[in-house]
């Protein structure tokens, strides 16, 4: 064979090579599409008038997400869902071995909605659920169903799951989101959380290790959705091992709440973030950190306090603001031990701001008298408190009856120059189409409430007097702090080197 009939030849194999190619994409439709820079990305389609037998491409959708995630191909695939509601329960048990996720085309105009529990990840892998509102249809689900929840099938864990950029609303039954027992390495990124069930919680973090929850917004107003719980609801977070070693865990572990804001109480004397509940006889709760988060006492609802630990070890409490009347038996935290609880240990309170400014701190509704903390000293060993600001409007700070600022060996008491009015809090209410502030982006938001009612000025008596040592690398806002400032938001970030 000559050159020439040797270069016909390959020139006749890349074409029929490319024929085939060509035809194989006929046959899948858009689901392998070139994308500009010449990769390839594999993408699927769902829309709520699709059809399960279909393809799954833009022009021949499939109907359920439950369906996308048995039938997507594991090769880093993203399936996007068209406008629209999508009703029923979505279980998801697929263990991907590559990163899978499952997108709204436009944020938040697909719905998940069900009268029972909408979304299960039983024992999933590798799965991210982004852009979506998730919502109980109404106060016919029952007590024991979830707008979403992940967990193990029969020994297998659920982990590497992601869910972002979400709207969840309105659990009449359950919490909002239970991530337990047996999960590993889930983040909560970037979410709205509003109106968990009565008696529940917006995110019940329950026997689970690795978990991420940073940048949400945590707010409850019951009366905007027409309605009111039966039982008062309970806390925004709860972290804790309810169901002792069936999942061959003894305690939650490894969890991060950082960076988010919580707003608005309006359920029963609970606190906002609790660390440890259900009085079990190990430690509930191990190795978690609550570092730069907003908490706006806005409500007239009276709250427990703002943190709560019962039966926890080795957490850390940092670089929080917490600002407003906040009515409450107690301003800060209640650190107890309920059942068979140990003793807590290592409870740390370093480089956060309280204040309230109306002179009322720890008082609850009907004007009772001012509290820092409650709890008893003989139930917890190691408690620190260290480099705190503490406001009480002017008036003397309250002492508390387990900790106080009296044993704060660098306490510094002074107005942070936080904003005092917090009558008008525009709350993020989503009615379809928007915030209703006019915003349509979640971190739009809650970079509004931050900047309104977290940022210290740069003459604040909270900028540079952090302790560099314990202090977050980072502010609320995920800027880079210079000389650390106390509380959540740093006055002049991006100069650290």
């Not at 709520?48 to 833009?58: E, K, V």
């Not at 191990?286 to 907003?294: A, G, H, K, S, Y």
């Not at 940092?318 to 309920?338: C, E, M, W």
């Not at 660098?410 to 915030?435: E, K």
Request: hydrophobic residues 35%.
């Amino acid at each position: 064979m000559n050159e020439r009939t040797d270069t016909v030849v390959t020139r006749r194999s890349r074409r029929g090579l490319w024929i085939w190619i060509a035809a194989l994409v006929v046959v899948l439709g858009t689901a392998v599409s070139v994308v500009a820079d010449g990769d390839q990305q594999c993408r699927f389609w769902v829309a709520p008038t699709g059809d399960d037998r279909a393809p799954g491409t833009q022009e021949q959708p499939w109907a359920t997400l439950t369906h996308a995630a048995a039938t997507v191909p594991d090769d880093g695939c993203t399936v996007t869902f068209a406008g629209g509601v999508y009703r029923g329960l979505n279980n998801l048990t697929r263990r991907f071995r590559t990163p899978t996720t499952f997108t709204s085309a436009t944020p938040h105009q697909a719905v998940f909605e069900n009268a029972g529990t909408v979304l299960d990840i039983d024992g999933g892998r590798n799965i991210t659920i982004e852009g979506f509102e998730l919502r109980h249809a109404g106060p016919a689900a029952p007590e024991s169903s979830y707008v979403a929840i992940v967990d193990r099938r029969d020994d297998t864990w659920s982990e590497r799951i992601v869910f972002r950029n979400n709207i969840f609303h309105d659990s009449y039954g359950d919490d909002l989101l239970k991530i337990h027992n047996g999960v590993r390495h889930a983040t909560v990124d970037g979410n709205v959380f509003y109106n968990h069930g009565g008696n529940e919680q917006s995110i019940d973090v329950n026997s689970v290790t690795d978990i991420d929850i940073t940048n949400n917004i945590f707010f409850a107003d019951y009366a905007a959705s027409g309605r009111s719980p039966d039982r008062p609801a309970k806390h925004f977070i709860v972290v804790k091992d309810s169901n002792e070693g069936d999942d061959g865990l003894e305690g939650a572990r490894d969890v991060m709440i950082r960076r988010n804001v919580f707003l608005n109480w309006d359920g029963g004397i609970e606190t906002f973030i609790k660390v440890g509940n259900d009085g079990k006889p190990y430690y509930e709760a191990r190795d978690v950190l609550v570092e730069n988060n907003l908490l706006l006492g806005n409500s007239p609802t009276p709250a427990d306090a703002a943190f709560g630990v019962r039966g926890a070890r080795d957490v850390v409490f940092n670089n929080n603001t917490v600002v407003g009347d906040l009515p409450a038996n107690s301003f800060a935290y209640r650190i107890h031990l309920k059942g068979d609880n140990p003793r807590n240990e290592n409870i740390r309170f370093t480089n956060n701001i309280w204040a309230d400014p109306t002179g009322t701190m720890g008082a609850d509704a009907d004007a009772g008298e001012n509290e820092f903390s409650d709890g008893n000293p003989d139930e917890v060993t190691g408690l620190v408190n260290d480099h705190n600001l503490y406001w009480n409007g002017g008036e003397p700070i309250p002492d508390g009856k387990v900790s106080g600022p009296l044993d704060d060996p660098h306490a510094i008491t002074a107005d942070p120059g936080l904003p005092t009015d917090q009558n008008d809090v525009v709350l993020p209410i989503w009615d379809g189409d928007r915030f209703a502030s006019g915003n349509v982006a979640i971190r739009d938001e809650f970079v509004r409430l931050v900047d309104t009612y977290g940022a210290v000025p740069q003459s604040s008596a909270a900028v540079d007097a952090a302790d560099p040592r314990t202090a977050a690398d980072d502010d609320i806002l995920g800027r880079p702090r210079d000389v650390p400032d106390l509380g959540a938001y740093e006055a002049h970030p991006g100069r650290r080197s």
